[in-house]
Nanobody, 127 residues
Framework: QVQLVESGGGLVQAGESLRLSCAASGRTFSSYAMGWFRQFPGKEREFVAAISRSSGSTNYADSVKGRFTISRDNAKNTVYLQMNGLKPEDTAVYYC????????????????????WGQGAQVTVSS
């Protein structure tokens, strides 16, 4: 089992950058594929980005391609989401998530495919 804690959220202006971090407990972090999701008020949680256990494969939502970058440091048990060129429509609660992965295939994009979740971090982008 893994516990996830997000940090790095906050309030920024449009065009600025933020980096979210997600620290994972446990010794087997490298066994997990990791993802970032976000949730707008009154909406379902939606996929943002994901990375395979060995960083060999990543996946992005079309809405963030070219602006957001997911990365991980298995030595630090941490996954990151670098968000550049933020827009007001990126305002949401961002969640880190994980599932045990036996392969380095392209990581999953559906929330139901992830077993572990963090508590969420608010990102607010003002215009």
């Amino acid at each position: 089992q893994v516990q996830l804690v997000e940090s790095g959220g906050g309030l920024v202006q449009a065009g600025e950058s933020l980096r979210l971090s997600c620290a994972a407990s446990g010794r087997t972090f490298s066994s997990y594929a990791m993802g970032w999701f976000r949730q707008f008020p009154g909406k379902e949680r939606e996929f943002v980005a994901a990375i395979s256990r060995s960083s060999g494969s990543t996946n992005y939502a079309d809405s963030v391609k070219g602006r957001f970058t997911i990365s991980r440091d298995n030595a630090k048990n941490t996954v990151y989401l670098q968000m550049n060129g933020l827009k007001p429509e990126d305002t949401a609660v961002y969640y880190c998530a994980a599932y045990i992965s036996l392969t380095t295939r392209t990581p999953y994009t559906r929330p139901g495919q992830y077993n572990y979740w963090g508590q969420g971090a608010q990102v607010t982008v003002s215009s």
